[in-house]
């Protein structure tokens, strides 16, 4: 059974940096692709990064790109999301998700997911 665990989230001011991790145990991990969702408070969920299981190939949304950036390491069964430059809009929870289908940015396509960690970013 494939677990996820999302740490690293907290309450920053615009402009900070924070490090979410997700934490994977069962199945081979460099076989699955990984992503990160958010969802905002009345909002729906919302592709922000995704990375290939090989992690050579990553892509993320536009209106993240050049600000956050997703990275894995095989080795610890572990995905990373570096978020800089913070704004108030990106505050969210924040889901790990987890699928050895396609590569792609549809949240439908991942089968397995973390219960998420809240990012709050203050003006």
């Known amino acids: 059974q494939v677990q996820l665990i999302e740490s690293g989230g907290g309450l920053v001011q615009a402009g900070d940096s924070l490090r979410l991790s997700c934490s994977a145990s069962?199945?081979?991990?460099?076989?699955?692709?990984m992503a990160w969702f958010r969802q905002a408070s009345g909002k729906e969920r919302a592709f922000v990064a995704r990375?290939?299981?090989?992690?050579?190939?990553?892509s993320s949304a536009d209106s993240v790109q050049g600000r956050f950036t997703i990275s894995r390491d095989n080795t610890k069964n572990a995905v990373y999301l570096q978020m800089n430059s913070l704004r108030p809009d990106d505050t969210a929870v924040y889901y790990c998700?987890?699928?050895?289908?396609?590569?792609?940015?549809?949240?439908?396509?991942?089968?397995?997911w973390g219960r998420g960690t809240q990012v709050t970013v203050s003006s």
């Open positions: 998700a987890e699928t050895n289908r396609v590569y792609t940015e549809l949240g439908d396509a991942y089968t397995y």
């Open positions: 990375i290939h299981g090989s992690g050579r190939t990553s």
């Open positions: 069962g199945g081979t991990f460099s076989l699955y692709h």
